[in-house]
């Protein structure tokens, strides 16, 4: 049996920005009782609490999860109150330059929404992420807006070489990501297996976007075993057969 499961977040234990439900939080529960679990995902630290661990109870068995916002590129765990073991953020001028070249992209592209709904552009430490409706966009606008990722590959199309040293990646709905080369679900399970030192073979990871192109995707190099889902009905229903399978 694996020792540590590793989740994405968006999609896969919540829908978009939105706080995991009382059933998924009751099974995270269960699971945190008998393994470790991970959660890896392009969001910033803020984005985990109000989505996740606001709903968790705030006890021992939170010494179990370790977060890792940005696709790894910092780390929190629980010792009776959460500590950032690092962060590897980008430097001002690095983000002033990404934040301009997004901005250029998204005029040139065409899809510039005239209202949105919250910032278009925020700084995730070592991430930026634009979101072409608005960080606070409803859910369902988001999920009609780039179904088919048509509008975001354009974008990055046009982005992709003023950013030529950068990683430009698709998350989300209505997200492009911003990395350095490398960062991503895979550097986040190496993280893990430094830190924790669980080997890839004793983890499972559980997403939603493990599609080619997928931000999901990278983890798939690593070798570890990978279960796709449609949403968090489907993550409930994995988690309940690993309880299924480590419960006494």
């Known amino acids: ?59 021992r068995r939170l010494e179990r999860l370790s977060i890792l916002p940005t696709s790894g590129t910092r780390f929190f765990c629980y010792d009776g109150e959460w500590r950032q073991l690092y962060a590897e953020d980008f430097a001002d001028d690095e983000k002033a330059a990404i934040s301009a070249a997004l901005n ?6 065409g899809f510039r929404v005239a209202e949105p709904q919250g910032p278009i552009i925020e700084d995730r430490g070592g991430q ?44 989300g709905t209505t997200s492009i990501d911003i990395t350095r080369p490398g960062i991503d679900k895979a550097y986040g399970i190496g993280k893990l297996t430094t830190v924790l030192g669980v080997p890839v073979k004793d983890m499972l990871f559980v997403g939603d976007a493990l599609f080619p192109g997928g931000n999901d995707f990278p983890a798939t190099r690593t070798g570890v075993a990978c279960i796709k889902v ?19």
């Open 1 to 59: 049996m694996k020792k540590l499961i590793v989740f994405d977040l968006d999609g896969t234990l919540a829908k978009s920005k939105s706080p995991i439900d009382a059933s998924m939080a009751s099974l995270l529960t269960k699971l945190l009782e008998v393994l470790q679990v991970a959660v890896i995902s392009g969001g910033a630290w803020p984005q985990f609490r109000s989505q996740m661990l606001a709903h968790l109870p705030q006890d």
């Open 104 to 109: 250029k992209a998204l005029d040139q592209s």
């Open 128 to 171: 930026i992420t634009m979101s072409a409706l608005g960080q606070d966009a409803p859910l369902e606008a988001k999920r009609t807006w780039d179904h088919d990722f048509a509008k975001r590959k354009a974008i990055k199309a046009i982005l992709t070489p003023l950013l030529p040293q950068y990683s430009v990646g698709m998350g």
């Open 230 to 248: 449609r949403d968090p009905e489907e993550t409930e229903r994995v988690i309940e057969a690993v309880l299924a399978c480590v419960t006494p």
